[in-house]
């Protein structure tokens, strides 16, 4: 049999627990929206997990007239305001996620490739801890830059974001 390689885990220590500085920061947040920075600033390099559900792809009717699965998919999962505006949740630790279905799958991601995958499904805006205690709703400009990888700076005053120097 040939040798394979597996891709590592890209967090193979992971015990499913919020970063503690982008917890503080989120829930400074909550409390002064002004600190809206800061937060994205503490999210841009943090790992979130973004949940996947069972979502039936074929049912079938028995005799009996009872439906059953027969076969599913998984999925990330996108959820619609009233207004039609569309989020994909992201969570900072797996309690949190739970808080929100304790049957979610977690799957551990970098907060870039969570924004990219929402601006990728044609999201709205990608939605950190939806369930609490404190969260984050990350849209617009800020949500297409970290997509694209782009850096929160301070400058003076103010924070904007930059593009990354090519390595």
Request: aromatic share 2%; hydrophobic share 50%.
């Given at each position: 049999?040939?040798d ?13 627990s ?24 503490a ?9 996947v559900?069972?979502?039936a ?30 989020g ?35 999201a709205?805006?990608?939605l ?8 984050l709703v990350?849209e617009g ?17 103010d ?9």
């Amino acid at each position: 049999m040939p040798d394979r390689d597996l891709l590592a885990p890209a967090y193979p220590d992971d015990d499913g627990s919020a970063d503690a500085a982008l917890t503080a920061a989120l829930t400074a947040h909550a409390a002064d929206r002004m600190l809206l920075p800061q937060a994205l600033g503490a999210l841009q390099d943090a790992r979130l997990l973004v949940p996947v559900v069972a979502v039936a792809d074929e049912v079938e009717v028995d005799e009996q007239g009872l439906a059953r699965e027969k076969s599913s998919d998984m999925a990330a999962v996108l959820v619609q305001g009233p207004g039609g505006r569309r989020g994909l949740l992201a969570f900072t630790a797996t309690t949190t996620m739970a808080a929100w279905d304790p049957a979610a799958r977690p799957v551990p991601v970098p907060a870039r490739t969570a924004a990219l995958a929402a601006v990728q499904d044609g999201a709205d805006a990608l939605l950190v801890d939806l369930a609490g205690p404190a969260s984050l709703v990350v849209e617009g400009d800020h949500l297409r830059a970290l997509a694209a990888g782009w850096r929160l700076v301070r400058i003076g005053d103010d924070h904007g974001w930059v593009e990354p120097t090519p390595s």
